[in-house]
């Protein structure tokens, strides 16, 4: 015992989290130098190896400093230590990464620009001016490049760059802010842009003329390409239109900054603070006027009316435009030029994001004029990520780039589940013993299911040994589970809802569960998607449901509201008084419509709460006809008044919310002349009623107190905000969305949740073999 004096000791520490490609080495180097510790750093497939060797407090103290002072992009999820023999090295050393057979590393997903590479590419004195591949640790591509971890230049789409002597140093260096930056690169050694025969710089000019002149522009990014146009060009965002075949879906804008962004939509707190995030996601913010002058170079005689007008052609009958801030330095060197663009998914209608220079030229010459390209090449393609900020809070309607490959915490650890979501707006979801790693979006492509599936299972090192998949015998998913020849575990479309939002809160529930969506099927194959369920982690059973509504016509009535609007006033009795109710549809239609869903030709049944939406919008003359999903009630939506409406009649029977009062007191308004954004206020808070109504009798029989929100229709926000006020004013606890979206994107955590615990639930049984889980 050597008292007074020091005693030197060695340990190793296993830091596990999301510590790779975040800086993390470089940080526990100066750490250590800094408290005069002997040792090395590295990373291995586990995570961050550290060994630390000299005085006994310093080395005690360091894992408490560790996590005090980590960079912000590190999460240490735990550290454990292990006492090793003194073997009295000198200095301290970052070691080279190990390829170790256990993988639990976590691969950090695509980081925006930081503002230390911001100032050098624009600094005339840097080696790096306006080069627009440059990086450092704290930012750069990550999840798009990576092939497999450990997280090293080689197992990245930058191994086919050998790294210049300066380059070299950089990254050899600990102490320079690009050690380790694996995408690390310059002019010199790096990737460069190209467009047509010009290459760098004049490559680069050659896209900034081409916009200038209204052309549109095929840019390759982070994730995939984009279809840029000059958005103060209105007849090159029609032409844009045109060519994609998307008459009234909204583009999204990026915009030069927070300061411009502010000059077309209003701009709070929240939404500042999510624009300047990391990921750097499209947030859908309200349209203010337009104070930016459009077109001919700023002409200050354009009108108030004129601006609307224009971005009225890039967010039709919206109140809200999706607007995102540059992301990569290619983005700041043309936003730098053109303070903003329409920057919309490269793909064709129904096709995944082009990520591959060839694959674009292929896929989308026929909408783009030019094609700026580079070579560094995308190994997952990942679409811009849309947030929309819901009761002052962010809540996702696509989580794609910058957010996956983030994991969630399922809670228990079991064995790897795939789970294979549903149809619209797909994404995948694999587990890793208690992590749930949901996929970027993927759509409805079969092809980029499959190469999502293989990615994720690639970099995770997992082999899924069991598959979770909906219930629709049609989707393509559910097919693709079936010929998997996986074990095999089917989850309910709106229990897969409700599931997620639990998974997010971290609870197993029971809970009221209010799943409001499109369409899902039911367990006998019936259209579901205005259901309360009473739902935990393994099973559901339905409460109350929504008066069903006929689709005259089956998927024709998605398409043409107008047949929803004219079965809901025949199930009201109301059908023939004709005066005054949907003028706009001449007789003849209507009275064939009437005919076959008098004799039930097809004209199937659903109890879906967007169908209703879609037929009030549609009584509303809102919308008659749609030409993108939910198009009918997002246009009602936007005609909100800033005040809540008086509620309409509804009746709550046994199971069934009785929507027919409801419908015949529309009629009355529509016949009195009131307003449209009037009725659909009235209508909206009529539907937050309702549900409040049933889940309070629900509470009756069940004795719950906690709701979970989910489905697509929550992505409304004043449903999402009036049902929770309403809820929580009768004392319920509220759960909804804020990791994962309330649409299909977050249907495939739900399955993998239900999953897990079934097969733990099995396990509990006595059960072992997973592959004789019971199909
Ligand atoms: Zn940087
Ligand atoms: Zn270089
Ligand atoms: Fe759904």
């Known amino acids: 015992m050597t008292l007074g004096l020091s005693t030197l000791v060695r340990k190793a520490l296993r830091v596990r989290g999301l510590v790779q490609g975040v800086g993390f080495r470089p940080f526990v180097y100066r750490l250590a130098r800094e408290t005069g510790l002997a040792g090395f750093v590295r990373n291995d497939a586990s995570g961050v190896w550290i060994e630390l060797e000299g005085d006994s407090a310093a080395v005690t103290e360091f894992p408490g400093r560790l996590r005090s002072l980590a960079p912000a992009a590190v999460r240490i999820e735990s550290i454990e230590t292990f006492d090793l023999p003194a073997s009295y090295d000198r200095g301290f050393s970052v070691g080279e990464s190990l390829n170790a057979t ?21 600094d005339p004195a840097n080696r790096r001016y306006r080069y627009p591949f440059i990086n450092c640790t704290d930012c750069g591509p990550r999840f798009t490049i990576v092939r497999e971890l450990p997280y090293d230049r080689q197992r990245t789409t930058m191994d086919s760059f050998k790294l210049c002597r300066l380059c070299r140093d950089e990254y050899e260096n600990p102490d320079d802010r690009r050690f380790h930056a694996e995408p690390n690169a310059c002019k010199d050694c790096g990737p460069q842009l190209s467009l047509e025969g010009a290459r760098g710089e004049e490559a680069l000019a050659g896209a900034i003329a081409a916009l200038r002149a209204g052309k549109i522009v095929a840019v390759k990014g982070i994730g995939g390409f984009h279809l840029a146009v000059d958005a103060a060009n209105g007849e090159a965002v029609e032409r844009l239109r045109r060519r994609k075949h998307r008459p009234h879906k909204p583009f999204a ?5 927070v300061e411009f962004a502010a000059t077309i939509a209003a701009v709070d707190d929240v939404s500042r603070a999510t624009l300047l995030s990391a990921p750097r996601p499209i947030v ?32 039709p009958a919206l109140d809200e435009i999706g607007l995102m801030l540059p992301y990569s330095p290619l983005h700041h060197l043309l936003l730098e030029e053109i303070p903003i663009l329409v920057m919309t998914s490269g793909n064709r209608a129904d096709e995944p994001i082009a990520a591959d220079n060839d694959e674009a030229i292929d896929h989308l010459s026929d909408i783009a004029d030019v094609f700026l390209l580079h070579d560094r090449d995308i190994h997952s393609r990942a679409d811009d990520s849309v947030i929309r900020i819901v009761d002052g809070k962010t809540q996702p309607v696509r989580r794609s780039r910058g957010y996956v490959p983030e994991p969630m915490d399922l809670g228990i650890a079991v064995a790897p589940i795939l789970a294979v979501g549903a149809e619209l707006k797909k994404t995948v979801c694999i587990t890793r013993g208690r992590e749930a790693f949901l996929s970027q979006h993927i759509g409805e492509s079969v092809t980029f299911m499959e190469e999502a599936i ?11 040994v069991v598959v979770a998949h909906d219930l629709h015998p049609d989707y393509a998913s559910t097919r693709w589970a079936l010929a998997s020849g996986l074990p095999r ?32 099927c039911g367990p006998a194959g019936e259209l579901w998607g205005g259901e309360i369920l009473l739902a935990d982690a393994l099973s559901s059973q339905r409460l109350f449901h929504l008066q069903p509504i006929a689709l005259i016509g089956g998927e024709a009535a998605i398409r043409q509201p107008w047949r929803l609007a004219l079965a809901a006033l025949d199930d009201a009795g109301i059908a023939d008084e004709g005066a ?3 003028p706009q549809i001449d007789r003849s239609r209507r009275d064939t419509a009437l005919a076959m869903l008098r ?34 009630a997002i246009e009602l939506e936007a005609l909100l008044p800033e005040e809540d409406g008086q509620p309409y009649r509804f009746a709550l029977e046994l199971s069934r919310i009785d929507l027919r009062p409801t419908i015949r007191d529309i009629a009355s308004d529509l016949r009195a002349g009131v307003t449209t954004p009037v009725i659909a206020a009235r209508f909206h808070e009529t539907m937050a009623r309702a ?3 049933a889940v309070t009798q629900a509470r009756l029989t069940t004795g719950l107190s906690v709701v979970a929100l989910s489905g697509g229709c929550f992505q409304n926000r004043r449903l999402s905000r009036r049902t929770s006020a309403l809820l929580k004013a009768e004392g319920f606890e509220v759960l909804q969305h804020r990791l994962v979206p309330p649409n299909d994107g977050g249907i495939a955590l739900g399955q993998a949740f239900v999953a897990a615990h079934r097969l733990k639930a099995y396990d509990d049984q006595g059960g072992s073999d997973v592959s004789r889980y019971p199909r």
């Open 691 to 693: 549900i409040t109504a």
């Open 454 to 464: 293989a990615g994720l299972s690639r970099l995770l090192s997992v082999k899924p």
């Open 253 to 257: 804008l990026m915009v030069r900054d």
């Open 102 to 122: 256990e993988t639990s590393a976590r691969i950090p997903p695509d980081l925006a620009t930081c503002g230390a590479c911001l100032t050098e590419l624009f």
């Open 580 to 582: 005054g109710l949907l």
């Open 284 to 315: 859908l913010l309200p349209l203010s006027v337009v104070r930016y002058p459009l077109s001919g170079g700023g002409d200050s005689r354009s009108t108030e009316n004129e601006r609307r007008t224009t971005f009225h052609t890039i967010a």
């Open 599 to 632: 004799k039930k030709l097809f004209t199937p049944e659903s109890t879906s709460a967007g169908r209703w939406f879609d037929a009030v919008a549609a009584l509303c003359s809102v919308r008659d006809e749609i030409s993108y999903e939910a198009q009918a």
């Open 489 to 520: 575990i089917a989850v309910q479309h709106h229990h897969a809802h409700i599931a997620s939002c639990l998974a997010e809160h971290q609870t197993t529930g029971p809970v009221i569960g209010v799943a409001f969506d499109g369409t899902g």
